[in-house]
């Protein structure tokens, strides 16, 4: 299932892992690497790929529950704004796959910011929002 929808992201301080290289090749060991210090239960996880610098970073919201989980992790702000974002859902190794066609969707029809880096927003296993930040 596949919708677009146009909403408004708060500032996010995230504990995260960086990883040098494409998000097809590097996410995963950024996650795993994540998940082995904050639990994916109770947690809302992100994912933000700088394609400038050739860096993703897998993220984890910080809360009062878990900062003392984040000893020694970076940490880091998804900046708020408005972002027009699809919302996937179905497997977790489908939705995978179709994350960059997805935000290669989002751009063909929104006017990227590009002062602001695009988001994954990881809601559950079957459910993924991708969103764009687009200019206010």
Known sequence: TIYDEIGRLDNITVAFVAKQGHPAAVAGKAFWELEQKIPLKGNKFYGVYNEGKNEYRACAALNETNKHLTEGL????ILGGDYAY????GSYNDIVRQIAPAFGALAEKYEC????LPVEFYKRHTEVLVMLPIKQ
């Open 74 to 77: 970076s940490r880091g702000i």
């Open 86 to 89: 699809t919302t996937m859902a």
């Open 113 to 116: 910011d590009p002062a602001r």
